[in-house]
């Protein structure tokens, strides 16, 4: 455990070097640029944005770098799952990174920007017309198949569940023989109690607290690993992607719900202690912030971490900008500070999301025994 936390500690730090050496993969042969070729400022700039918009955003196969004297790209096909008028299933090498239109059962498909679209043979993208019942105007819509597929990010967190699975079947183990831990349980012990006692307990109190501790340390440790992996090059931006803080938000708004003493909804929509106008006002509100702490909570996770990697992507890219050796060299030292800070936030960022998750927990399950005697 200890080898495998040193290793993503230091492929997070020195991973400006190593993506340095990256480049976006263009969806289009007629926008690439020469590897050779000398770049303009205008290209420069382009280029730099693309190398940005390519580290933050999901992709439909695994690239490890890029040659820059061939422009050849390194990495493996994933698995692209498709409904289209059927199931379609094929692998995402297909594509060809953009270039060629994939077919499959006799229909066409065409990866631009990160999606997919439904072609006809020569690759032009299909499209349907539908008025707008309001204005009475004409819409035109691209055609999109249901995508299911396995992209990365998806990847990078089935990996990461894996793991996490088999290091903790590992610590459960290791305390059957009744001895001290070994392994991975000394790094993850001290963690765990932690959890246990400056989150759980003081936020949720003693006497409920174990039935959500199960929770609280999987999407703790699951937000933490998946920050330390998205640091590496090969480990992209999951956690700064939207669709995954809002599955993490609606696990927590569920659960939060369907545990809920009725303390918990008497004081959302009759208030125990008010008198009746202000409670008639008050609900309204109390059932709107209901919607919104998990909004919040979804928010705050994405955008702390999505910031954190354009932040990161801008600075390696103004390295590889400036020609000036004395500019490189501050903003390769910048970018290195940059990434310890960063991987400060990485575990700040988990902390946060299981703190405010066991305060939810807490006022889900909280009673208030001098309100009732109030309300008699």
């Not at 035109?140 to 903790?168: E, G």
Request: include cysteine.
């Amino acid at each position: 455990m200890y080898k495998v936390v040193r290793i993503l500690l230091v492929l997070a730090v020195l991973s400006p070097a190593v993506l340095f050496a990256n480049e976006p993969e263009h969806g289009h042969d007629e926008h690439a640029t020469s590897p050779s070729a000398e770049l303009t400022p205008a290209e420069k700039r382009k280029q730099n944005t693309e190398y940005v918009k390519h580290h933050t955003s999901d992709s439909h196969d695994f690239g490890l770098f890029t040659n820059q004297s061939t422009g050849k790209h390194y990495g493996f096909p994933l698995p692209v799952i498709l409904w289209d008028e059927g199931l379609h299933f094929f692998m995402s090498s297909k594509f060809e990174h953009g270039h060629v239109v994939a077919e499959s059962k006799g229909n066409f498909y065409k990866l631009d920007h990160g999606k997919i679209y439904k072609t006809d043979a020569e690759g032009t993208i299909l499209t349907k017309t539908r008025i707008d019942k309001k204005s009475g105007e004409e819409i035109v819509a691209q055609l999109k198949p249901l995508d299911f597929s396995i992209t990365r990010n998806v990847f990078v967190t089935l990996l990461m569940v894996i793991f996490i699975f088999f290091i903790f079947r590992k610590t459960a183990k290791s305390y059957q023989s009744g001895l001290a831990p070994s392994g991975p349980a000394k790094f993850l012990e001290p963690i765990v109690i932690f959890v246990r006692d400056e989150i759980a307990i003081p936020n949720i109190g003693e006497k409920h607290y174990k039935k959500y501790m199960n929770y609280l340390l999987t999407v703790f440790f699951f937000i933490w690993f998946l920050n330390l992996f998205g640091m590496t090059p090969l480990g992209g931006n999951v956690t700064g992607n939207i669709a995954l803080t809002f599955a993490l938000a609606m696990i927590t708004f569920i659960i939060t719900h369907a545990t809920a003493k009725k303390d918990y909804w008497l004081h959302i929509f009759w208030m125990p202690g008010i008198p009746w106008p202000m409670k008639i006002l008050l609900a309204p509100i109390e059932v709107i912030g209901v919607f919104v702490k998990p909004f919040a909570l979804m928010i705050r996770l994405y955008a702390n971490m999505l910031a954190g990697h354009i932040v990161l992507g801008s600075l390696i890219a103004a390295v590889y900008y400036f020609s000036n050796y004395g500019a490189k060299g501050a903003f390769l030292g910048l970018t290195f500070f940059m990434n310890i800070i960063e991987l400060l936030v990485c575990v700040l960022q988990a902390y946060i999301f299981t703190m405010l998750t066991a305060l939810y927990f807490g006022s889900a399950s909280a009673e208030h025994e001098h309100d009732h005697a109030e309300a008699h």
